[in-house]
């Protein structure tokens, strides 16, 4: 079975700090990888994934995250947090489920952003 | 702009009384989800649905059903509501089954039983 663990329930930094959110995957395939954004009250909206080809993915709102395949490691960054990042992240990982590919979440880490 | 609707966004219904939440997408994609979120907890696939066949995960309440009448319309239908199933439903869809497919989520339903 695949897996992600995201490490730290919640994650504060000050407005302009670095950002980092960290997800493990476990997979004895090679893993399809998505980071998730949601708004409160909202539903979740992909930031970024990674399907194999290059290592460091970019994606929206200034995210960016790296696959290191020796550290099984797909973790989020951003290099100056801003005060509309707050919100909670969830890392996924695609896996197979009797010939089809269902995303797994991880627990999620909540953004928390200060002035 | 196409997109994943879902109706009410907002729903409070009564221990044991039948409750059912929708889903419409113009995105014209294959598979449809529906997922339960609690609190500060990841989403948990409930069903999905490939075109009509429907796929029901093991551990799904018998109390929950779910309709795809076409490919537009998902429904989830809950029973007899028990106090356990307040959260935040999550309609979700993708193009099809292929690893890299990414979904598109609605805004959610938050159910309140009282």
Same mark, same amino acid.
């Not at chain 1, 302009?16 to 997800?23: P, Q, S, T, Y």
């Not at chain 1, 979740?44 to 550290?71: H, P, W």
């Not at chain 2, 339960?36 to 018998?62: C, I, M, R, V």
């Not at chain 2, 307040?86 to 609605?106: I, V």
């Given at each position: 079975?695949?897996?992600?663990?995201?490490?730290?329930?919640?994650?504060?930094?000050?407005?302009?700090?670095?950002?980092?959110?960290?997800?493990?995957?476990?997979?004895? %395939?090679?893993?399809?990888?998505?980071?998730?954004?949601?708004?409160?009250?909202?539903? /979740?909206?992909? /930031? /970024?994934?990674?399907?194999?080809?290059?290592? /460091?993915?970019?994606?929206?709102?200034?995210?960016?995250?790296?696959?290191?395949?020796?550290?099984?490691?797909?973790?989020?960054?951003?290099?100056?947090?801003?005060?509309?990042?707050?919100?909670?992240? !969830?890392?996924? %990982?695609?896996?197979?489920?009797?010939?089809?590919?269902?995303?797994?979440?991880?627990?999620?880490?909540?953004?928390?952003?200060?002035? | 702009? #196409?997109?994943?609707?879902?109706?009410?966004?907002?729903? %409070?219904?009564? !221990?044991?009384?039948?409750?059912?939440?929708?889903?419409?997408?113009?995105?014209?994609?294959?598979?449809?989800?529906?997922?339960?979120?609690?609190?500060?907890?990841?989403?948990?696939?409930?069903?999905?649905?490939?075109?009509?066949? !429907?796929?029901?995960?093991?551990?799904?309440?018998?109390?929950?059903?779910?309709?795809?009448?076409?490919?537009?319309? &998902?429904?989830?239908?809950?029973?007899?509501?028990?106090?356990?199933?307040?959260?935040?439903?999550? &309609? #979700?869809?993708?193009?099809? !089954?292929?690893?890299?497919?990414?979904?598109?989520?609605?805004?959610?339903?938050?159910?309140?039983?009282?």
């Amino acid at each position: 079975a695949q897996s992600v663990t995201q490490l730290g329930s919640h994650v504060s930094v000050s407005e302009g700090a670095l950002v980092l959110l960290r997800c493990n995957y476990s997979s004895s %395939v090679p893993p399809y990888l998505f980071w998730y954004v949601q708004y409160p009250n909202q539903g /979740l909206q992909l /930031l /970024l994934k990674y399907t194999s080809a290059a290592t /460091l993915v970019k994606g929206i709102n200034g995210f960016e995250a790296e696959f290191k395949k020796s550290e099984t490691s797909f973790h989020l960054t951003k290099p100056s947090a801003h005060m509309s990042d707050a919100a909670e992240y !969830f890392c996924a %990982v695609s896996a197979a489920s009797g010939g089809s590919y269902i995303p797994t979440f991880g627990r999620g880490t909540s953004l928390i952003v200060h002035p | 702009d #196409a997109m994943v609707i879902q109706n009410p966004r907002y729903q %409070v219904t009564q !221990f044991g009384k039948p409750v059912t939440l929708s889903c419409s997408q113009t995105l014209n994609h294959n598979v449809m989800y529906w997922y339960q979120q609690k609190s500060s907890q990841a989403p948990k696939l409930l069903f999905h649905y490939y075109d009509k066949d !429907f796929n029901n995960e093991a551990d799904t309440p018998d109390n929950f059903q779910s309709r795809r009448p076409n490919t537009s319309f &998902c429904f989830l239908d809950i029973r007899s509501p028990g106090l356990g199933d307040a959260a935040m439903y999550l &309609c #979700a869809t993708s193009r099809d !089954f292929n690893r890299a497919s990414e979904q598109y989520f609605g805004p959610g339903t938050r159910l309140t039983v009282t």
